[in-house]
T-cell receptor, first 115, second 115 residues
Framework: EAGVAQSPRYKIIEKRQSVAFWCNPI?????LYWYQQILGQGPKLLIQ????????DSQLPKDRFSAERLKGVDSTLKIQPAKLEDSAVYLC?????????????FGPGTRLTVT | AQSVTQLDSHVSVSEGTPVLLRCNYS??????LFWYVQHPNKGLQLLLK??????LVKGINGFEAEFKKSETSFHLTKPSAHMSDAAEYFC?????????????FGTGTQLKVEL
């Protein structure tokens, strides 16, 4: 089966600009996650969706970050305006369900550089 | 709150020698523990997981890990390293009460395999 798809793979923007990332999860996966991975650190969960509803966005900087999954399939993550500290790899993952028995499958990520 | 500590940021071994990547965890509940591997420019891949069954867990590519509750450890081992094992490895804990699978990642261990 096809894996988690993300685009773009790389993005360079200036601070205060806006940017959007797209994720297409594995077909049939109800749960979708966005992670931020800063260089030298492990991924950190930003937001989790179950179908088109938000399960956990406690670590999402809501003053500048937003995410949606309108039809319960694809998702977009937006940053507006971007700051230098937003430079990171943004990973999308999906799983069949929310329980611990369900493996999360990760996409290749989008590497964002803010100058 | 849950957390993991990866005790070594870099490990270097010779091909054919054993691998040991160390991980200690902290959890308020009965945790599930995972090891993920990240090769350059590729998505995170699950190596193995512990979910309260057998304490010695076998994963892909000859890796295994042992859950030791008394030591709060979940070290990753492999009897004989291969060049293709060179990658970054993440220890991960999940202990959301009532189910769910919020993953908390360690900071990673970069494994280098030399000829």
């Amino acid at each position: 089966e096809a894996g988690v798809a993300q685009s773009p793979r790389y993005k360079i923007i200036e601070k205060r600009q806006s940017v959007a990332f797209w994720c297409n999860p594995i077909s049939g996966h109800a749960t979708l996650y966005w992670y931020q991975q800063i260089l030298g650190q492990g991924p950190k969960l930003l937001i989790q969706f179950q179908n088109n509803g938000v399960v956990d966005d406690s670590q999402l900087p809501k003053d500048r970050f937003s995410a949606e999954r309108l039809k319960g399939v694809d998702s977009t993550l937006k940053i507006q305006p971007a700051k230098l500290e937003d430079s990171a790899v943004y990973l999308c993952a999906s799983s069949r369900g929310q329980g611990q028995i369900y493996e999360q499958y990760f996409g290749p990520g989008t590497r964002l550089t803010v100058t | 709150a849950q957390s993991v500590t990866q005790l070594d940021s870099h490990v270097s071994v010779s091909e054919g020698t054993p691998v040991l990547l160390r991980c200690n965890y902290s959890s308020s509940y009965s945790p599930s523990l995972f090891w993920y591997v990240q090769h350059p420019n590729k998505g995170l891949q699950l190596l193995l997981k512990y979910t309260s069954a057998a304490t010695l867990v076998k994963g892909i590519n000859g890796f295994e890990a042992e859950f030791k509750k008394s030591e709060t450890s979940f070290h990753l081992t492999k009897p004989s390293a291969h060049m293709s094992d060179a990658a970054e490895y993440f220890c991960v804990v999940s202990d959301r009460p009532g189910g769910g699978n919020k993953l908390t990642f360690g900071t990673g261990t970069q494994l280098k395999v030399e000829l």
